[in-house]
């Protein structure tokens, strides 16, 4: 365990459906992030927050709703996905802004129906 | 802005044989660089990181790697691979007083018996 948890592990959603991603971190850190990662290409920022205010939005569709209450917790919000936003997605925390780099959970794996 | 080059996106060594995993990247500021390593159905582990101290950077597992500035390279080696080593392998870029981590595309790494 890396102290950064992420649930669930895997989720399998209807494109009407609801549901959100749960990510946890008991390291002190101020800042948290979500990234997706689709197969073959880059990690992608999706959001950022720093002391529980989103500081990057980078241009995510609104079917993904980021949510921050404290700084040891981060959701993802997620409504009328798509197909193609099957992928994994993974939120990492750090305790500076990212100088001395991430720490990452191991990742909601979703595949959407 | 900034970007990173893995020049291999798949490499493949013999178990016990060196590994190395090449990056360049590009970067205005001075960066922050990092080596992460993904298993399969896991998150991003932190293998090493440069942050302007010395340029040899020792990491876990036996990696390492050396920041050139005048070639711009961040090449990750090992002198003795091991069949856990069989991963895929992302170079990072952090600009100095930004959030934001650029990703590399990856490169695959199997060893072979």
């Known amino acids: 365990e890396t102290g950064v948890t992420q649930t669930p592990r895997h989720l399998v959603m209807g494109m009407t459906n609801k549901k959100s991603l749960k990510c946890e971190q008991h390291l002190g850190h101020n800042a948290m992030y979500w990234y997706k990662q689709s197969a073959k290409k880059p990690l992608e920022l999706m959001f950022v927050?720093?002391?529980?205010?989103?500081?990057e939005n980078n241009s995510v569709p609104s079917r993904f709703s980021p949510e921050c209450p404290n700084s040891s917790h981060l959701f993802l919000h997620l409504h009328t996905l798509q197909p193609e936003d099957s992928a994994l997605y993974l939120c990492?925390?750090?305790?500076?802004?990212?100088?001395?780099?991430?720490?990452f959970g191991s990742g909601t794996r979703l595949t959407v129906v | 802005a900034q970007s990173v080059t893995q020049l291999d996106s798949h490499v493949s060594v013999s178990e016990g044989t060196p590994v190395l995993l090449r990056c360049n990247y590009s970067?205005?500021?001075?960066?922050?660089l990092f080596w992460y390593v993904q298993h399969p159905n896991k998150g991003l582990q932190l293998l090493l990181k440069y942050t302007s101290a010395a340029t040899l950077v020792k990491g876990i597992n036996g990696f390492e790697a050396e920041f050139k500035k005048s070639e711009t390279s961040f090449h990750l080696t090992k002198p003795s691979a091991h069949m856990s080593d069989a991963a895929e392998y992302f170079c990072v870029v952090r600009r100095s007083n930004d959030y934001k981590l650029s990703f590399g595309a990856g490169t695959t790494v199997t060893v072979r018996a």
């Open positions: 927050y720093s002391l529980e205010e989103r500081v």
């Open positions: 990492a925390s750090s305790p500076d802004g990212g100088h001395y780099g991430y720490t």
């Open positions: 970067s205005s500021y001075s960066p922050s």
